[in-house]
């Protein structure tokens, strides 16, 4: 069974910075992709960002780039989301996830098996 959990987020002013970290348990963390995952109020859940399972190559979304940065300590089974420049667009729930296969850099949500429980971004304008 796997368990992603998230932690980190919370309220912060526009400009702001944040850092969200997901802890894994999981055998072999080092083969899979990590990725994150927001979902406003009243949206559908959108693809924030994904790194291989190496942490080599990453892939963010156009919305974020430049501003957030994806990270991961295979030694420690964490994965990380520093978020700098938040802006009130940025508010929402925030998912860590993993796949159950070896993609490199999976940016559909249907590609994604496993999720946490999320954890709350509010950005105050």
């Known amino acids: 069974q796997v368990q992603l959990v998230e932690s980190g987020g919370g309220l912060v002013q526009a400009g702001g910075s944040l850092r969200l970290s997901c802890a894994a348990s999981?055998?072999?963390?080092?083969?899979?992709?990590m990725g994150w995952f927001r979902q406003a109020p009243g949206k559908e859940r959108e693809f924030v960002v994904t790194?291989?399972?190496?942490?080599?190559?990453?892939l963010y979304a156009d919305s974020v780039k430049g501003r957030f940065t994806i990270s991961r300590d295979n030694a420690k089974n964490t994965a990380y989301l520093q978020m700098n420049n938040l802006q009130p667009e940025d508010t929402a729930v925030y998912y860590c996830?993993?796949?159950?296969?070896?993609?490199?850099?999976?940016?559909?949500?249907?590609?994604?098996?496993?999720w946490g429980q999320g954890t709350q971004v509010t950005v105050s304008s």
């Open positions: 999981r055998r072999a963390f080092s083969n899979y992709a």
């Open positions: 996830a993993t796949p159950s296969s070896t993609f490199t850099l999976p940016r559909l949500a249907s590609s994604y098996a496993y």
């Open positions: 790194i291989s399972p190496s942490g080599a190559s990453t």
